[in-house]
């Protein structure tokens, strides 16, 4: 077969959630899979790196999508062009896009619906690009992936798919993400804390991610229990971050309070691996990989009770209700007067790696394929007969 994917979230350094689900799943496919040919397409100047081998053609396709009218544009547009050079069997879509104006057959990896759940949490123009398209798409496309039985849920239910067209494939981790002895842990502590035990969440910052309540439960936290624990917030601001900028200037705490900006995965690692505890205050996720990547670690999780995340922090986690703060202090503070207990909880990373890893990923997805494939021969001999 020749596979056209759409890459244009592989951007060297810049890897986000959906550019590392592309990095990582099709960087095995291509490998696992030389019997395929693999049209990688671009929409801007692409590294190297990314042609993961001989089997990869990689294209630039015009122009530069960034925007819900190029969106529209470029996947309307400038793919169907594209295919019509190429020919290929079959379209894979990682980011929740697919062309309208094409009868190739499809497959379409949706994350999550959040912008249906919380519209005011994402820029009108787009929230309105989202919630016209991303039904259409997901009717259009021939097989739906999603990252959780609770987005595969989501997907069917909201749009009327039918059941057996959606399929839910966990994701993975990076193996950088592993266990960290003491001496390593205090070489991460005395770098970001001072050498002060820390919680850490981790992932962009914006509405969703609910940083601001965080903040609020850390300086109550503080307020109320005799601890010398410090918060490590790791992430980008994305957008919509005026709140989550004011909340932590009026901290009585703020100075106990370390935000790291956006790190590489090489450091970003080790500074998980050397927490206390993970917190994540998210309101609405489709998978949640920050989770998964502290549990590869051994860290314990805190984490909020919505959507996807007890799929992916397990039954050992502590959950809170992350729109009541008092919700927030109490799981952070049921963890600190019995660490030890939550820490021996979660020790056992062989059985996280084995629910949730890459390998995993690929080989399901290779399986979608296969069946798509198939079909397309049975449908293609029908009409030849």
């Known amino acids: 077969m020749l596979i056209a ?34 049209l990688f ?31 529209q544009f470029w996947f309307d547009y400038s793919l169907p062009s594209i295919f019509k050079k190429y020919k290929p069997d079959l379209f894979i879509s990682p980011d929740g896009f697919l062309s309208l104006k094409t009868h190739i057959p499809t497959l379409l990896v949706i994350h999550d619906l959040g912008f249906e759940h919380y519209p005011e949490h994402t820029p009108p123009l787009v929230n309105k690009y989202y919630r016209k398209f991303t039904p259409l798409y997901a009717r259009h496309a021939d097989r739906v992936v999603t990252v959780s039985d609770f987005t595969r849920k989501d997907v069917i239910d909201r749009y009327s798919i039918e059941e057996n067209k959606v399929r839910a494939i966990y994701n993975g981790a990076s193996d950088l993400y592993k266990p960290a002895n003491e001496l390593e842990k205090r070489a991460v502590r005395e770098k970001f804390t001072d050498n002060k035990p820390y919680f850490v969440y981790v992932g962009s910052i914006h509405p969703r991610k609910n940083v601001s309540s965080l903040l609020l439960a850390y300086d109550q936290l503080r307020s109320v229990y005799d601890t010398d624990i410090k918060l490590v917030i790791a992430g980008r601001m994305a957008w919509k971050t005026d ?64 959507t996807c995340l007890n799929e992916v922090a397990g039954d050992d986690a502590l959950y809170f209700n992350p729109e009541e703060i008092d919700s927030m202090v109490a ?38 394929i296969h069946e798509m494939d198939h079909r397309f021969i049975q449908a293609q001999n029908l009409i030849g007969s």
């Not at 990869?56 to 009218?69: E, F, I, L, N």
């Not at 900028?245 to 080790?270: A, I, R």
């Not at 691996?273 to 590869?296: K, M, N, T």
């Not at 021996?344 to 084995?354: L, N």
Request: proline share 6%; aromatic share 14%; glycine share 4%.
């Open 243 to 306: 709140e989550t900028k004011q909340v932590l200037d009026k901290m009585k705490f703020k100075d106990d309070v370390v935000v790291t900006g956006h790190l590489l995965q090489t450091d970003l690692s080790k500074l998980v691996a050397a927490a206390q505890a993970f917190v994540y205050p998210s309101l609405f996720e489709g998978f949640g990989i920050p989770v998964v990547e502290a549990r590869y670690c051994g860290v314990p999780i805190i984490s909020s009770d919505r």
């Open 331 to 368: 799981a952070m503070k049921k963890f600190l007067e019995n660490p030890g207990k939550y820490q021996a909880k979660f020790r056992d990373v062989d059985a996280v790696k084995a629910q949730f890893n890459w390998d995993k990923s690929a080989a399901e997805l290779a399986e979608v």
């Open 41 to 71: 397409l671009f929409d801007r100047d692409w590294d190297p790196e990314y042609k993961f081998a001989s089997n990869v053609t990689p294209v630039k396709v015009w122009p530069p999508a960034r925007h819900p009218y190029l969106w």
């Open 5 to 38: 994917v759409n890459t244009r979230f592989l951007i060297k350094d810049k890897l986000e959630g959906i550019g590392w689900y592309t990095y990582e799943v099709f960087r095995r496919l291509v490998t696992n899979h030389p019997e395929h040919e693999f």
